[in-house]
């Protein structure tokens, strides 16, 4: 009878899931928003549907562990050098000044003992790191500078959990010795990073290699679910954190010559429990505490997302980013993350706060997850009607390359972001002899270009003063080559503004950005997954020996066909 119950728990929070993300998208929100409505709906607090917590807590923590573990199949370690200071000594910022101003508020403004604000400015120094993932994985923006700032953050936030698992006991009195606790909570640390680094070097690799090796692929997944799940248990066992046991085996995965075939088996697991995580979130949400309470919870989500916003959005300034990044990471991380209920549940033990406390600060946590989405979207739309404006204010730095200092330099390529792509774009016109100038809001890109002497200039495309600075009014034409969706339309429209006659090259990956370009006048698209797969089918036709006529006619006919689909959604990314 109990396993029954279970599956038929189970069966619930699916179609839960499968309806919330449904109406969602019908409604054109992020489909997060669909699983954390859906779950305030049929929780123990509402309509009464699921009450087995534990099978939910445990499915909860499955997909947390594969969120996080597939973000280190996906994030390289060079990805995240590009954002190193302002990942770790920013991150480290953000955590001391947000944990500093929520002591103080929670003394002055809720005047709380001492313990409580501690515990309250631990808490809301955290984000969630699996609802950004979700959200930037959603727009397209997980490899943007705001993405990989965000991402950058939020993994010096969960390894801040070490020691902030560490301080707990000290506030319940529990503990009495911090610095020998400090000590073994880091030396535990460097030993499991340790073991992980010489299993990613040689353990898993060998592994790996002999599963593969019988070719059967549900042998494969359940290896790498095993190694997934055995990290995050391993890290708990250490008294570590459980997320960041399953990133790190993901991050040295990542390394291997197996990596893209796991991704793709673990990904569509890690969708299904992702959603059915996020559901289980909204159950957490008692609808008749909000009501009750609602003076109360309104100025603590006041408070959190005030101080929150204020305070990543001033540090990654100061690490040299502009308004619009700096706000757009901003809107990403000022809700307050899973780990803040884990601080909360410990403090309720340890009789630190009251149950009072702890479902005001839960409705806290979950409201800031539910406006996170539309805070991201509507800081998004905000810029993107900045931009088309003359006044707005300029965003660049300062000028880092000689060649800026003259700025009438006639019929040259603008290339917008120095990434991957925009470096090899760089390298080809340097080749063939075309003036070019780079421009990008990444300083640690910018410094890239010019230890190796390229024509390049710090500052944000989508504004207009940056891309006048760069002489667009004269230029032969724009390339935009980063991925980010909302910033290649928004640089799109504001360089058109500034010469109606420009030749674009823009870079899409969905339906809705492509038409929103070609409504504006730029024709010349380029979709990376597109131009892949016919180069796969080109090399493949040569492979099978068809006759060079034949070969022209099939490439004629699948060129053709991509017209006619106009980046259909359901083939793009």
Not at 227 to 244: P, R
Not at 268 to 273: H, K, N
Request: overall charge positive; proline content about 3%.
């Amino acid at each position: 009878m109990e396993q029954l119950s279970q599956v038929v728990t189970l069966a619930i929070l699916l179609t839960a899931a499968l309806v919330g993300g449904m109406i969602a998208h019908r409604l054109r929100q992020p489909v997060i928003l669909g699983y954390l409505v859906i779950g305030v709906a049929v929780g123990p607090h509402a309509l009464g549907l699921v009450n087995d917590l534990e099978l939910v807590e445990a499915v909860a923590t499955m997909g947390v562990a594969l969120l996080m573990f597939t973000l280190g199949l996906e994030i390289s370690i060079a990805q995240l050098r590009q954002v190193g200071r302002v990942g770790l000594w920013g991150g480290m910022a953000q955590v001391l000044v947000t944990f500093g101003l929520g002591l103080v508020v929670g003394i002055a403004l809720f005047k709380w003992a001492i313990p409580q604000a501690v515990l309250f400015g631990l808490i809301i120094s955290l984000s969630s790191t699996s609802v950004c993932l979700k959200i930037l994985m959603e727009r397209g923006e997980l490899s943007s500078v705001q993405g990989r700032i965000m991402l950058a953050i939020l993994i010096f936030q969960d390894i801040s959990v070490v020691v902030m698992m560490v301080v707990l006991p000290l506030l319940g009195g529990v503990a009495t010795s911090l610095p020998l606790a400090l000590a073994i909570a880091v030396g535990k640390a460097i030993f499991f990073i340790g073991i992980a680094i010489v299993a990613g070097r040689w353990v898993l690799p060998w592994l790996m290699g002999r599963v593969g090796g019988v070719r059967i692929r549900e042998l494969f997944l359940l290896t790498v679910l095993v190694m997934c799940l055995g990290a995050a248990i391993g890290t708990h066992i250490f008294g570590l954190s459980v997320v960041f046991g399953a990133f790190l085996v993901g991050l040295v995965l990542r390394e291997t010559r197996f990596v893209h075939q796991a991704l793709a088996e673990i990904t569509p697991l890690r969708d299904i429990f992702a959603a059915l995580f996020f559901v289980s979130l909204g159950m957490l949400l008692a609808p008749r505490f909000l009501v009750d309470n609602w003076a109360s919870v309104l100025l603590l989500v006041a408070v959190i997302i005030l101080l929150k916003l204020l305070v990543v959005f001033g540090v990654v300034r100061i690490f040299g980013y502009s308004a619009r990044i700096a706000l757009l990471t901003g809107a990403g991380l000022f809700q307050i993350g899973e780990f803040g209920f884990i601080l909360a549940q410990g403090g309720v033990n340890m009789a630190i706060i009251s149950d009072q406390l702890y479902s005001l600060i839960l409705a806290g946590a979950i409201i800031t997850m539910l406006l996170t989405p539309v805070s991201i979207s509507l800081a998004s739309w905000l810029f993107r009607r900045l931009a088309s404006k003359a006044g707005g204010k300029r965003l660049v730095v300062k000028e880092t390359a000689p060649a800026l200092e003259q700025p009438e330099v006639p019929s040259r390529v603008v290339v917008a972001g120095y990434g991957r792509v925009g470096q090899n774009i760089a390298q080809g016109l340097q080749d063939a002899k075309i003036p070019y100038l780079v421009v990008d809001i990444d300083p640690e890109r910018v410094a890239e270009a010019k230890a190796i002497g390229r024509p390049r200039m710090y500052g944000d495309a989508t504004n207009v003063n940056v891309l006048e600075r760069a002489g667009l009014d004269k230029a032969r034409a724009l390339v935009i080559t980063y991925p980010d969706p909302m910033a290649v339309v928004t640089t799109a429209k504001t360089a058109l503004g500034i010469n109606p006659g420009l030749k674009i090259l823009a870079r899409v990956h969905r339906a809705r950005e492509a038409d929103i370009l070609r409504r504006l006048g730029v024709n010349e698209l380029v979709s990376p997954e597109y131009e892949a797969s016919f180069r796969f089918i080109k090399r493949l036709l040569n492979i099978i020996g068809l006759e060079k006529e034949d070969r022209r006619r099939i490439l004629a006919l699948v060129r053709k066909d991509e017209e006619i689909a106009e980046f259909n959604p359901d083939e793009s990314v």
